[in-house]
């Protein structure tokens, strides 16, 4: 026999001998990678269940506070109309003992149906003298007008938001160049 195939023979004996623990070894890390992997889902599944709670806890808090949408946008029309006959009232009328009243009243509607958004949190947007701003202003027509171009000038109709969102653009006139 030769040097090499006594070194040979002394490796594998020396391998074979060594098997089992490596073999342990070998089952002991992929238990470990397995532990560790099963950590990572195990983590990315709570953060998954948080992130939904959280967004389920914002749709239910929008949801609360921007249910009256569709009624805030009917009763705009109801606003509108109270400011129309309010404004169609001559001054005569508003003098005269027999219709002084029925003024007053009208006055009082208008005031508590605004106390009434304002408690919802339903706010008219400011328009005249304001730049144009298309998200929440739209542009009707363009007037002849010394303000800067842009500006609005006549507001057609009243617009509104709702807490943070546009509930009716402002229908405005807006101030030409030139």
Same mark, same amino acid.
């Given at each position: %026999?030769?040097?090499?195939?006594?070194?040979?023979?002394?490796?594998?004996?020396?391998?074979?001998?060594?098997?089992?623990?490596?073999?342990?070894? $070998?089952? /002991?890390? =992929?238990?470990?990678?397995?532990?560790? $992997?099963?950590?990572? #889902?195990?983590?990315?599944?709570?953060?998954?269940?948080?992130?939904?709670?959280?967004? %389920?806890?914002?749709?239910?808090?929008?949801?609360?506070?921007?249910?009256?949408?569709?009624?805030?946008?009917?009763?705009?029309?109801?606003?509108?109309?109270? /400011?129309?006959?309010?404004?169609?009232?001559?001054?005569?009328?508003?003098?005269?003992?027999?219709?002084?009243?029925?003024?007053?009243? !009208?006055?009082?509607?208008?005031?508590?149906?605004? &106390?009434?958004? #304002?408690? &919802?949190? !339903?706010?008219? !947007? =400011?328009?005249?003298?304001?730049? +144009?701003?298309?998200?929440?202003?739209?542009?009707?027509?363009?007037?002849?007008? $010394?303000?800067?171009?842009?500006?609005?000038?006549?507001?057609?109709?009243?617009?509104? %938001? !709702?807490?943070?969102?546009? +509930?009716?653009?402002?229908?405005?006139?807006?101030?030409?160049?030139?």
């Amino acid at each position: %026999m030769t040097d090499e195939t006594t070194a040979s023979e002394d490796l594998r004996e020396e391998t074979a001998a060594k098997a089992p623990e490596l073999a342990e070894h $070998d089952a /002991a890390e =992929e238990l470990r990678a397995e532990v560790e $992997d099963l950590r990572k #889902q195990l983590l990315y599944a709570q953060a998954e269940t948080q992130n939904v709670r959280r967004r %389920m806890e914002k749709d239910a808090a929008d949801a609360r506070a921007y249910a009256a949408t569709g009624f805030a946008r009917d009763i705009l029309s109801v606003a509108d109309n109270l /400011a129309r006959a309010l404004a169609a009232i001559p001054a005569a009328m508003r003098e005269d003992e027999g219709t002084k009243s029925l003024v007053a009243g !009208i006055e009082m509607t208008v005031r508590e149906l605004d &106390n009434v958004f #304002q408690r &919802n949190g !339903i706010a008219k !947007i =400011e328009s005249v003298g304001q730049k +144009l701003d298309p998200n929440r202003h739209q542009a009707m027509v363009e007037l002849p007008s $010394d303000a800067e171009p842009g500006t609005i000038v006549q507001e057609m109709q009243a617009g509104y %938001m !709702i807490k943070d969102r546009l +509930l009716r653009p402002a229908l405005v006139g807006v101030a030409k160049a030139g």
